[in-house]
């Protein structure tokens, strides 16, 4: 049975929920990207998640939740992360802190640490209501793919392996959220850019009194980052990324050669793709994985992007942070 697609009515969203208190799965919308939800203290249900994302069970899961005392329940709070969760939350953020014994290995991948997000997004936060349950959720695609931004791509790639899919448009942020470890201290470490930075996350604890620092560089504990998945986030036709695609590029590019530009260019045709029409950081993220998904159905033979200007700030970073890791599994079948 292929998977139903259901407008956010009253009805579908009590009968979503009482699917995933019986340990089911439903896409749902988020703010960032589609999640592949699960009752994430139901280690059934979570299992689920791996085998039909095809996710290695390496890669842990984030756990939704509806706001901070939800989120107490299931990790170790020291004050600068309470009050980073009082200044960003519901948004696109997610900590990482230590984990409560109730949350199952398997959401943390054997870690000690859960990753916990409280998201905006009025129809995930109605299914959280709901269902009373806080879910466990990555991105609705396959593993490796590029990440959903609507009910349709969920559908195109997840249809014959879930029953349940939870329209809600276009997700408005359009890149996943921000992963930042807090430790007791106020050290902060970025483990995955996106649209809030560290620099607006040290300005929150700052402005309640607590002091802090923003770490540079990879983990050096052996959790298993997104960071460290370099191969991620790709479309099937081989990418590389430009700064700026020049005329010269442009003119050399063949038909079977897509162009995705920044900004929209004056003279368009059947190989030119751009993620905002006039420029813009926020349009670009929003655009981001569908214009690299209708190139890559484009069956061009390869793809040509153009990079977010480098002084664009956090959205930028993640932009950047997401085409990089797609053009790391060139060729992939
Ligand atoms: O915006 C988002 O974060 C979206 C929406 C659905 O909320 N979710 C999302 O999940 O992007 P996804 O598929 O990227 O998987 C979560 C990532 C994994 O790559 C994993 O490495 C990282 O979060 N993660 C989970 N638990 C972690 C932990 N304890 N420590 C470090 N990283 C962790
Ligand atoms: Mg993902």
């Known amino acids: ?185 106020g050290e902060l470490r970025v483990l995955r850019p996106g649209a809030i930075s560290g620099s607006e996350l040290l300005a929150g604890l700052n402005r309640a009194g607590l002091k802090g620092r923003v770490m540079k560089g990879k983990s050096p504990s052996p959790v298993l980052s997104p960071g460290l998945l370099d191969q991620h986030y790709s479309p099937h036709t081989p990418l590389t990324i430009t700064p700026r695609i020049t005329a010269a590029q442009r003119s050399a590019a063949e038909a079977n050669t897509a162009l995705i530009f920044q900004r929209k260019p004056k003279n368009v045709g059947e190989n030119i793709f751009w993620f905002s029409a006039g420029g813009e950081l926020p349009e670009a993220a929003h655009n981001l994985y569908a214009e690299l998904r209708l190139a890559d159905a484009g069956k061009f033979a390869r793809m040509i992007v153009e990079g977010a200007p480098r002084s664009g700030g956090a959205l930028a970073a993640a932009i950047n942070d997401r085409l990089n890791r797609a053009a790391g599994k060139r060729g992939r079948k």
């Open 1 to 185: 049975m292929p998977a139903r697609v259901y407008a956010p009515t009253p009805r579908n969203l009590r009968l979503l929920a009482a699917a995933l208190q019986r340990g089911e799965l439903v896409a749902m919308p988020t703010e960032t990207v589609y999640g592949l939800a699960a009752h994430a203290l139901d280690t059934r249900a979570c299992r689920r998640i791996f085998t039909a994302k095809r996710r290695p069970d390496h890669d842990p899961l984030i756990v939704h939740i509806s706001d901070l005392r939800a989120a107490e329940a299931l990790a170790e709070f020291n004050e600068a992360a309470r009050v980073i969760a009082r200044h960003f939350w519901p948004g696109p953020l997610t900590l990482v802190l230590p984990k409560k014994k109730i949350v199952p290995g398997i959401v943390t991948s054997g870690q000690d640490t859960v990753a916990l997000r409280s998201p905006a997004h009025p129809l995930a936060r109605r299914l959280l209501k709901l269902s009373g349950l806080p879910l466990a959720a990555p991105s609705a695609n396959l593993f490796g793919y590029v990440s959903p931004t609507t009910a349709e791509h969920v559908r195109l790639g997840l249809g014959a392996r879930i029953k349940h899919i939870l329209d809600g448009g276009a997700c408005r942020v359009g890149v996943e959220s921000t992963i930042v470890s807090v430790s007791a201290s």
